[in-house]
């Protein structure tokens, strides 16, 4: 079992509407999630961080952590053809500083 | 502003040649690490240091090597290069478990 794990994709939604992305992780001691949003031949740029359990909102989007059942997952509403990127979410192992990743969740948002 | 910087940004080598790839940053952030991405694999963590002389082997170390003589700085070497090195390398910079900071990569290829 890989120790992030996402949705390749492409996950295909209409503008304006909600694009729900989704994340488990391995290790129950992971302390803190980030997702990322990289676009094709750059860099990846923080999105968003989440350290408790329960909903966190940053404009349009919202990251949720259920650390019972070790998911992570963004919501992005009122989807703008923008935000069409790979999203990646990273997660912090227990008792280390390592970021591990999953492979990236592709969103396109349809004009 | 604080930025961590690559270079070079894109480098062709042939097999077996030895190849550096320099990640300079001006955060202060004692952990750094690299990171090679490929498609269908996400970032996959080859080397991260904690703070000046320490280094550490992550999930794809073999046929790379790194050393820490500063707080800026963190070369990645391939000893070696081999045509399955062929990637985007990242480097990366953080503070405890806060923002992961990404330099702009790196593409290799190897011949």
């Known amino acids: 079992q890989k120790e992030v794990e996402q949705n390749s994709g492409p996950l295909s939604v209409p503008e304006g509407a909600i694009a729900s992305l989704n994340c488990t992780y391995s290790d129950r001691g992971s302390q803190s999630f980030f997702w990322y949003r990289q676009y094709s031949g750059k860099s990846p740029e923080l999105i968003m961080f989440?350290?408790?359990?329960g909903d966190k909102e940053d404009g349009r989007f919202t990251a949720q952590l259920n650390k019972a059942s070790q998911y992570v997952s963004l919501l992005i509403r009122d989807s703008q053809p923008s935000d069409s990127a790979t999203y990646l979410c990273a997660v912090t192992t227990s008792g280390t500083y390592k970021y591990i990743f999953g492979t990236g969740t592709r969103l396109k948002v349809l004009a | 502003d604080a930025e961590i910087t690559q270079s070079p940004r894109h480098k062709i080598t042939e097999t077996g040649r030895q190849v550096t790839l320099a990640c300079h940053q001006t955060w202060n952030h004692n952990n750094m690490f690299w990171y090679r991405q490929d498609l269908g694999h996400g970032l996959r963590l080859i080397h991260y240091?904690?703070?000046?002389?320490?280094?550490n082997k992550g999930e794809v170390s073999d046929g790379y090597s790194v050393s820490r003589s500063n707080t800026e700085d963190l070369p990645l070497t391939l000893e070696s290069a081999a045509s399955s090195q062929t990637s985007v390398y990242f480097c990366?910079?953080?503070?405890?478990?806060?923002?992961?900071?990404f330099g702009e990569g790196s593409r290799l290829t190897v011949l």
């Open positions: 240091s904690y703070g000046v002389q320490d280094t």
């Open positions: 989440i350290y408790s359990n």
């Open positions: 990366a910079s953080s503070e405890n478990t806060g923002e992961l900071f």
